[in-house]
T-cell receptor
């Protein structure tokens, strides 16, 4: 099993460009998450999907959109990239989202730079 | 005040030392607590859950103090391979998804 996979691993965008980060999990998990990690700030939740067909905003959703394409896949879209979105993006999944009591499994991350 | 606070470190310790990390949280309704480990430029991985009664996994001991709203992680007999960032994670509370990651404490174990 590959676990959680993310593409691309690295990306450089110019301000105003758009892109989609892809995430897939093969653990048959119900819940999936997108985080960003910035130095000194820890992981911050952008959006999550508690189950297939549902998505909800997290702590920092502005400038992002998500799609839960099916149970396996959860994509994150930046419609008009800004330098403030330079960060490392992690996708994660868990068996359930039940008050966050289940272990989350993370993908390897996407390092995004917006110039 | 941040919802989950950790000493950023770094902690520099020799091999074989005992090192302790503390983490405080602000939401008294929090239900679940974890320590994750993150190696440099890698993804976080679960190290251990933290239970009210305290729990131990080999050289690692985690404790929870609900009254004072802090959790701790003790690493005994440190190994070079323990060098990483340790993330405190607090879940639960009212109103939707509430998983909060601390910013992490960096540990360097030196020979």
């Amino acid at each position: 099993n590959a676990g959680v996979t993310q593409t691309p691993k690295f990306q450089v965008l110019k301000t105003g460009q758009s892109m989609t980060l892809q995430c897939a999990q093969d653990m048959n998990h119900n819940s999936m998450y997108w985080y960003r990690q910035d130095p000194g700030m820890g992981l911050r939740l952008i959006y999550y999907s508690a189950s297939e067909g549902t998505t909800d905003k997290g702590e920092v959703p502005n400038g992002y959109n998500v799609s839960r394409l099916n149970k396996r896949e959860f994509s994150l879209r930046l419609e008009s990239a800004a330098p403030s979105q330079t960060s490392v993006y992690f996708c994660a999944s868990s068996e359930l989202e039940a008050g966050g009591s289940y272990e989350q499994y993370f993908g390897p991350g996407t390092r995004l730079t917006v110039t | 005040r941040k919802e989950v606070e950790q000493d950023p470190g770094p902690f520099n310790v020799p091999e074989g030392a005992t090192v302790a990390f503390n983490c405080t949280y602000s939401n008294s309704a929090s239900q679940s607590f974890f320590w994750y480990r993150q190696d440099c430029r890698k993804e976080p991985k679960l190290l251990m859950s933290v239970y009210s009664s305290g729990n131990e996994d080999g050289r690692f001991t985690a404790q929870l103090n609900r009254a004072s709203q802090y959790i701790s992680l003790l690493i005994r007999d440190s190994k070079l391979s323990d060098s990483a960032t340790y993330l405190c994670v607090v879940n639960g509370g009212t109103g939707g998804f509430k998983t909060i990651f601390g910013a992490g404490t960096r540990l360097f174990v030196k020979a």
